[in-house]
Each structure stands twice: as structure tokens, then as C-alpha cells.
Nanobody
Framework: QVQVVESGGGLVQAGGSLKLACAVS????????MGWHRQAPGEQRELVAG???????SYANSVKARFTISRDNAKNTVYLQMSSLKPEDTAVYYC??????????WGQGTQVTVSS
């Protein structure tokens, strides 16, 4: 059973930085890709960044050049380094793990609040 646990959210001023972490346990050999999504109040959940087992990355246009996704395969952990944060980045950030059988595993989410 794959378990996904996020950490690292919090309150930061505009222009600041935060680093989120997502630790995966159980069934890690079946992971195909990992990524971060976010959901602001009243909005749909959207993809922020993703990284495949091969290391290919993708980003939403709104975060390119500000956010960086990376992974530590030895620790089964994926990170999201967020810089130059804006108030519109405020949301609950969720980690998504996709297995090789295309099954989705979501974390519980971590709140990121950017004050102006």
C-alpha cells in the first residue's frame, strides 16, 4: 500500500521561498511519476509540476522559472522548491504519485499561504 505524506507548508511573505517535501512509502518500486498539484479556495485542483522516474520534468506556465521539482530516489522523496512566491500561489498543495499501472495516490495536502 502506497502512502504519501507532504510536509513543508506554511506562511511566507510575497517574494519569499518555501520548500515542500513528499515522502512515499510502500510499493515504491511501482512508481512511474510524482508531482505537485494545488487547489485554491473555490478553484479547481491544478497541476503545478511533475517529474517522471526518468527525471523528465514539467511545470505549469504560472510557476516556470520560480518553482523547481526534484526527487531523491534513495529517500523516495520528491521536493518542490518555491521561490519568488506570490499571493496567488496561496493554496493547499497536494503530492500525487502515479504507479506504473496508472493508479493515483494522493497525499493529505499541505497549506501554503503567501501574504502580500
Amino acid at each position: 500500500q502506497v502512502q504519501v505524506v507532504e510536509s513543508g507548508g506554511g506562511l511566507v511573505q510575497a517574494g519569499g521561498s518555501l520548500k515542500l517535501a513528499c515522502a512515499v512509502s510502500g510499493g515504491t518500486s511501482s512508481i512511474y511519476s510524482m508531482g505537485w498539484h494545488r487547489q485554491a479556495p473555490g478553484e479547481q485542483r491544478e497541476l503545478v509540476a511533475g517529474i517522471t522516474i526518468g527525471g523528465s520534468t514539467s511545470y505549469a506556465n504560472s510557476v516556470k522559472a520560480r518553482f523547481t521539482i526534484s526527487r531523491d530516489n534513495a529517500k523516495n522523496t520528491v521536493y518542490l522548491q518555491m521561490s519568488s512566491l506570490k499571493p496567488e500561489d496561496t493554496a493547499v498543495y497536494y503530492c500525487l504519485v502515479v504507479s506504473r499501472t496508472l493508479r493515483n495516490y494522493w497525499g493529505q495536502g499541505t497549506q501554503v499561504t503567501v501574504s502580500s
